[in-house]
């Protein structure tokens, strides 16, 4: 056997192991859109009026009321924005093995927007729980017995933004292990 071939064979399989870690990035980019982007929208349609108010008073919940599910809403539509704008360098990634330099750019704003998708995540997370649960030593009521269509539409786009968030802490190690082998 031709040492020359066995050189060529173990290329083949770098080549083939950056292309498939590649094609799961782009899978999960798409994933990670369809998660912020479906949570943004859940959560920015969001509202509903109790049936028995009167003309004197409405009783009504809406998701710009409180600031926390407004920076949610920014903070996924920017996420997604973001995730989107990277697709066209994970397709540039998959056609080719060599891109360092840009798949450590991604590596650094996936960074960024984890730290921006976690904390408004979070931020709605703790709104919601007190939504859910009150606070009797702050003397706040729990207010989802009254507005549960509310809470269950703010409680389904908290589960797509926390789905984006665990796609993002899989990308990040993913890339920097594809990028640790292009050094050797």
Known sequence: MNPEEGADDR?????????GFSILDLFLRILAIVGTLGSAVAMGTTDETLPFSTRAFIFQAQYDDIPAFRFFVISNG????????????????????????????L???????????????????????????????????????????????????????FGAVLILILLIPMSGLVLSKQAM
């Open 78 to 105: 920017t996420v997604c924005g973001y995730l989107s704008l990277s697709l066209p360098m994970a397709i540039y990634h998959v056609i080719r093995k060599g891109a360092a330099r840009s798949r450590a750019l």
């Open 107 to 161: 590596i650094s704003l996936d960074a960024i927007m984890l730290a921006v998708l976690t904390a408004g995540a979070s931020t709605a997370a703790a709104i919601v729980y007190l939504a859910h649960k009150g606070n009797a030593s702050a003397n706040w009521l729990a207010i989802c017995q009254q507005y549960q269509s509310f809470c269950n539409r703010v409680t389904g786009s908290l589960i797509g933004s």
């Open 11 to 19: 290329e083949q399989k770098v080549v083939g192991s950056y292309r």
